[in-house]
């Protein structure tokens, strides 16, 4: 039943995202995902949005700020909102888990939130990364609300 469970976040997050996206056009752009679980859903409360330090082609893949990681792990300890998930944009690619992004996901149950820049707008797509094998995702439904 959590397998499916779906995801929920704001518009104005999305749009958040969006513009995240278009500045970093043509090179992925990501954020660490903010919320807790309900009994209904994964709600995302925040997004916190990062350079893609990658030391490969930042076109094609992403890696988040290290720094900005740990200090909201840290914040997460003392009260602050869970990590829940990571966004990224594929500028030119569709919304789905890439095979980079599957090789590279290791946290166990995370919302892997994809959004894709294609010529007639963007899409966006969640995954949950598995309990056992993180590389195995599953599409999960993504709820977007007025905030
Ligand atoms: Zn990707």
Same mark, same amino acid.
């Given at each position: 039943?959590?397998a ?15 513009? $995240?996206? &278009?500045?970093?056009?043509? =090179?992925? /752009? ?9 009994? /209904? ?10 350079? =893609?330090?990658?030391? $490969? ?19 997460? !300890? ?8 990571? &966004? ?15 090789? !590279? %996901?290791?946290?166990?149950? &995370?919302? &892997?939130?994809?959004?894709?820049? /294609? ?6 797509? $969640?995954f949950r990364?598995g309990?056992?094998?993180? !590389?195995q995702f599953c599409q999960v439904?993504?709820?977007? =609300?007025? %905030?």
């Amino acid at each position: 039943m959590m397998a499916v469970a779906p995801v929920s976040i704001s518009k104005d997050l999305v749009t958040a995202l969006e513009r $995240a996206a &278009w500045r970093a056009h043509p =090179n992925e /752009a990501c954020a660490l995902l903010l919320g807790h679980q309900s009994a /209904a859903c994964m709600e995302i409360s925040q997004v916190a949005i990062t350079e =893609n330090v990658t030391q $490969a082609d930042p076109q094609l893949t992403f890696e988040v700020d290290p720094t900005m990681h740990i200090l909201l792990q840290k914040a997460a !300890r003392v009260g602050g909102p869970a990590i829940v998930g990571v &966004w990224h944009s594929h500028p030119c690619g569709k919304a789905i888990p890439s095979e980079a992004d599957k090789a !590279r %996901s290791i946290e166990p149950g &995370w919302i &892997w939130l994809i959004s894709a820049d /294609a010529p007639d707008g963007m899409t966006h797509a $969640a995954f949950r990364a598995g309990e056992d094998d993180a !590389r195995q995702f599953c599409q999960v439904p993504l709820l977007m =609300n007025d %905030s």
